[in-house]
């Protein structure tokens, strides 16, 4: 895994926890801790990465930055929404996931343990 890759992993992992500390991040990707913080300090310079230190400490991506959201149009997701009538619970749960994802807002009727 190169560096472009590794960072592009950290954010990742980091829009799915929305928190994890440097330890578990640098086990994870097969890496030093002090790779981990480089890595963070590069990749802060263009997200919105906070770190903070101490028993509740660790790598946190601000909430508010998700770069993917709003990617479907209306009509995109009106018809992804539509699917959900006709889909199985397999099938459900992944165009609700894209949907949250990629869309607006959560669309109505669709039902997930999430």
Not at 45 to 57: E, F, M, R, S
Request: one cysteine or more; hydrophobic letters at 35%; aromatic letters at 4%.
């Amino acid at each position: 895994m190169n560096v472009r890759e590794r960072q592009a992993e950290i954010i990742r992992i980091l829009m799915g926890r929305k928190n994890e500390t440097v330890p578990r991040l640098a086990m994870e990707l097969g890496v030093s801790k002090n790779t981990v913080y480089r890595d963070i300090d590069s990749l802060s310079l263009d997200y919105p990465i906070v770190t903070q230190q101490g028993n509740c400490g660790g790598v946190t991506l601000m909430d508010w930055r998700h770069p993917h959201k709003n990617l479907f149009s209306k009509e995109q997701q009106r018809v992804l929404t539509e699917l959900l009538s006709v889909a199985d619970k397999h099938q459900s749960e992944i165009l609700l996931g894209l949907i949250s994802a990629y869309g607006t807002k959560r669309p109505e009727g669709g039902e997930t343990d999430k």
